[in-house]
């Protein structure tokens, strides 16, 4: 394997102020899920030769970097979130020298290449985890894991009270190699997914060294899947209730945001900085509020943070108003560019998500009003690229995709379906192979089927069908990409300057530039602010008003 340290031109220079500033605060990133993107050998299943040979269509829509969800080798007990072997492809993806191609020829397109990192937790076919049973209490490999002895006379009961996200105890309990009932193992996600014990220095180590890995191939940077996890309370304490995912995301728990992450990405960073082309980190971090995320991205820490809180807003322009201004004011004194997001591999499409009442949550088992959802979500999609900051695409949404609701059970992979009282286990919606082309096996997406059941007509949204079509959706991202990689006034920022506007309108300016957001289901008349640069609904100036149309935005120059 050679290794290639080159990336794309790095698009890093001092600001006025002599601030530093780099690629990653201003870039449109786009997430593909392999399994779902393109298949290149015809197994029904998408993979690393099938996103290579569509750079070029990712390269056209404008973006700036690809981030990969993992393609490690894997049981796939969660869609390759619980990795064996950090090192290799799992084969219904490719190998090595297929990761090196993409990561080659995505340089060469001038795109930069984003992997997932997944430290919270192994599979439980991981080697460590395989020895640590085979070899039995007292094994030192078991030190690198969770393990502890049962509560109650004959340790039958869990050693605390915590909860898995995918439902049911967090805990697992094993057999000795006599057979006889041993301890117990920690798994905040499925029992196939043991979480690292982070104050092991050997696991500290054995992830520095993966990074360097994948640094060594190329890529540009890393999404860490659960970053807010690996850090448990000492004494794993009883958290003292039941329904704990119900309490996800308002109070700091003894398993998630616990404040010894910080010195991992620390150390983390420290690596990142000795390699050319300006490469990143970016937190999965789900915190209780944005200013405990941006904790996440202080200078010497990561790059980036997803924004989750934006990702949850309904469309409301109060609530929409609220979240923005609480974002853009929590990474300002830290110095990192605000993210947003609206779409992802773990929740409803927003084109399904906006078709339904607001209040159900951002994972919905009905496909709503489609006709509604779509336009919100063109008008989302605008809002979100209008701001300052990084955005996020996933895969399909720039073709207006709906979430497949109607999938049959017996079709369904997500594991959190088939387990009791934990996430609604509706994640497959999202996750359906995304079409291509009008007609054909699989609407495009490759030769030998599809692993998840496309729905019918999903060839009238292809990337065929809405290329060159004036109007689509597809189209529209192309022109609103095009646009902020063009107006000065767009891009990387810290804040925006509210106007005046109605009632469930938003409007807000940026240098030379004006958005404005109609958020209410009727149209609206106001002043013009400017001249008409993109739209994501028809709309006629008549002299100096303009009728916004419902659930519509509108992008300026002035």
Same mark, same amino acid.
């Given at each position: 394997?050679?290794?290639?340290?080159?990336?794309?031109?790095?698009?890093?220079?001092?600001?006025?102020?002599?601030?530093?500033?780099?690629?990653?605060?201003?870039?449109?990133?786009?997430?593909?899920?392999?399994?779902?993107?393109?298949? %290149?050998?015809?197994?029904?299943?998408?993979?690393?030769?099938?996103?290579?040979?569509?750079?070029?269509? !990712?390269?056209?829509?404008?973006?700036?970097? /690809?981030?990969? @969800?993992?393609?490690?080798?894997?049981?796939?007990?969660?869609?390759?979130?619980?990795?064996?072997?950090?090192?290799?492809?799992?084969?219904?993806?490719?190998?090595?020298?297929?990761?090196?191609?993409?990561?080659?020829?995505?340089?060469?397109?001038?795109?930069?290449? $984003?992997?997932?990192?997944?430290?919270?937790?192994?599979?439980?076919?991981?080697?460590?985890?395989?020895?640590? !049973?085979?070899?039995?209490?007292?094994?030192?490999?078991?030190?690198?894991?969770?393990?502890?002895?049962?509560?109650?006379?004959?340790?039958?009961?869990?050693?605390?009270?915590?909860?898995?996200?995918?439902?049911?105890?967090?805990?697992?309990?094993?057999?000795?190699?006599?057979?006889?009932?041993?301890?117990?193992?920690?798994?905040?996600?499925?029992?196939?997914?043991?979480?690292?014990?982070?104050?092991?220095?050997?696991?500290?180590?054995?992830?520095?060294?993966?990074?360097?890995?994948?640094?060594?191939?190329?890529?540009?940077?890393?999404?860490?899947?659960?970053?807010?996890?690996? /850090?448990?309370?000492?004494? +794993?304490?009883?958290?003292?209730?039941?329904?704990?995912?119900?309490?996800?995301?308002?109070?700091?728990?003894?398993?998630?945001?616990?404040?010894?992450?910080?010195?991992?990405?620390?150390?983390?960073?420290?690596?990142?900085?000795?390699?050319? %082309?300006?490469? $990143?980190? =970016?937190?999965?971090?789900?915190?209780?509020?944005?200013?405990?995320?941006?904790?996440? =991205?202080?200078?010497?820490?990561?790059?980036?943070?997803?924004?989750?809180?934006?990702?949850?807003?309904?469309?409301?322009?109060?609530?929409?108003?609220?979240?923005?201004?609480?974002?853009?004011?929590?990474?300002?004194?830290?110095?990192?560019?605000?993210?947003?997001?609206?779409?992802?591999?773990?929740?409803?499409?927003?084109?399904?998500?906006?078709?339904?009442?607001?209040?159900?949550?951002?994972?919905?088992?009905?496909?709503?009003?489609?006709?509604?959802?779509?336009?919100?979500?063109?008008?989302? @999609? +605008?809002?979100?690229?209008?701001?300052?900051?990084?955005?996020?695409?996933?895969?399909?949404?720039?073709?207006? +995709?709906?979430?497949?609701?109607? !999938?049959?059970?017996?079709?369904?992979?997500?594991?959190?379906?088939?387990?009791?009282?934990?996430?609604?286990?509706?994640?497959?919606?999202?996750?359906?192979?995304?079409?291509?082309?009008?007609?054909?096996?699989?609407?495009?997406?490759?030769?030998?089927?599809?692993?998840?059941?496309?729905?019918?007509?999903?060839?009238?949204?292809?990337?065929?069908?809405?290329?060159?079509?004036?109007?689509?959706?597809?189209?529209?991202?192309?022109?609103?990409?095009?646009?902020?990689?063009?107006?000065?006034?767009?891009?990387?920022?810290?804040?925006?300057?509210?106007?005046?506007?109605?009632?469930?309108? !938003?409007?807000?300016?940026?240098?030379?530039?004006?958005?404005? /957001?109609?958020?209410?289901?009727?149209?609206?008349? $106001?002043? =013009?602010?400017?001249?008409?640069?993109?739209?994501?609904?028809? /709309?006629?100036?008549?002299?100096?008003?303009?009728?916004?149309?419902?659930?519509?935005?509108?992008?300026?120059?002035?």
């Amino acid at each position: 394997m050679t290794q290639h340290l080159a990336a794309p031109s790095t698009g890093t220079s001092d600001d006025a102020a002599g601030h530093r500033t780099g690629w990653w605060q201003d870039a449109v990133i786009y997430q593909v899920y392999p399994r779902s993107f393109a298949d %290149g050998n015809g197994d029904g299943m998408g993979d690393l030769a099938g996103v290579r040979g569509r750079l070029p269509y !990712l390269r056209e829509l404008g973006v700036d970097a /690809v981030w990969l @969800s993992p393609f490690y080798a894997s049981p796939q007990a969660d869609a390759g979130y619980d990795v064996a072997d950090y090192r290799a492809i799992d084969p219904m993806f490719g190998t090595l020298l297929d990761a090196d191609a993409l990561i080659r020829d995505a340089h060469d397109l001038g795109l930069r290449i $984003i992997v997932d990192l997944v430290p919270n937790h192994s599979s439980d076919q991981h080697e460590w985890f395989k020895r640590a !049973l085979t070899e039995g209490p007292g094994s030192a490999l078991r030190d690198r894991y969770h393990f502890r002895p049962g509560k109650g006379a004959n340790g039958e009961l869990p050693p605390n009270d915590w909860e898995s996200i995918f439902g049911g105890p967090a805990w697992t309990r094993t057999a000795n190699p006599d057979g006889t009932p041993g301890d117990w193992y920690l798994h905040l996600f499925a029992p196939e997914q043991p979480d690292f014990n982070w104050e092991h220095p050997a696991v500290a180590d054995e992830f520095r060294s993966i990074l360097r890995f994948w640094l060594d191939m190329g890529v540009d940077g890393f999404r860490v899947d659960v970053a807010h996890g690996l /850090v448990k309370a000492e004494g +794993l304490p009883d958290l003292g209730t039941h329904d704990q995912l119900k309490l996800l995301g308002n109070d700091v728990m003894p398993f998630f945001d616990q404040d010894g992450v910080h010195e991992i990405y620390r150390s983390w960073r420290t690596i990142l900085d000795e390699y050319p %082309g300006d490469r $990143i980190a =970016v937190a999965e971090a789900w915190t209780p509020t944005v200013e405990r995320t941006a904790n996440y =991205v202080r200078p010497d820490e990561m790059h980036q943070a997803f924004n989750f809180q934006y990702l949850a807003t309904a469309w409301d322009a109060a609530a929409l108003r609220e979240v923005i201004d609480t974002s853009l004011d929590a990474m300002r004194p830290v110095g990192a560019p605000t993210t947003w997001v609206l779409s992802n591999h773990d929740v409803t499409r927003h084109a399904t998500r906006f078709a339904n009442p607001a209040g159900l949550g951002t994972q919905i088992r009905t496909p709503g009003d489609r006709e509604l959802g779509l336009r919100r979500a063109r008008a989302a @999609s +605008l809002l979100m690229l209008a701001l300052p900051g990084s955005a996020y695409v996933y895969q399909g949404e720039e073709l207006g +995709l709906p979430d497949v609701t109607d !999938l049959p059970d017996e079709a369904r992979q997500d594991p959190s379906f088939f387990r009791a009282d934990g996430q609604d286990g509706f994640r497959d919606g999202c996750r359906v192979p995304i079409p291509w082309t009008r007609e054909g096996s699989s609407y495009g997406f490759g030769a030998g089927g599809s692993w998840l059941p496309q729905p019918t007509g999903w060839g009238e949204l292809s990337v065929e069908a809405q290329t060159g079509t004036a109007g689509s959706t597809l189209e529209l991202y192309r022109a609103a990409i095009a646009a902020r990689r063009a107006h000065p006034g767009l891009g990387a920022g810290t804040e925006v300057r509210w106007l005046d506007a109605p009632e469930g309108l !938003l409007a807000f300016a940026r240098p030379g530039f004006v958005c404005t /957001v109609n958020t209410t289901g009727a149209p609206v008349r $106001i002043p =013009v602010p400017g001249t008409a640069l993109l739209s994501s609904a028809p /709309v006629e100036a008549d002299g100096d008003t303009v009728e916004l149309p419902a659930d519509t935005t509108v992008w300026w120059t002035v």
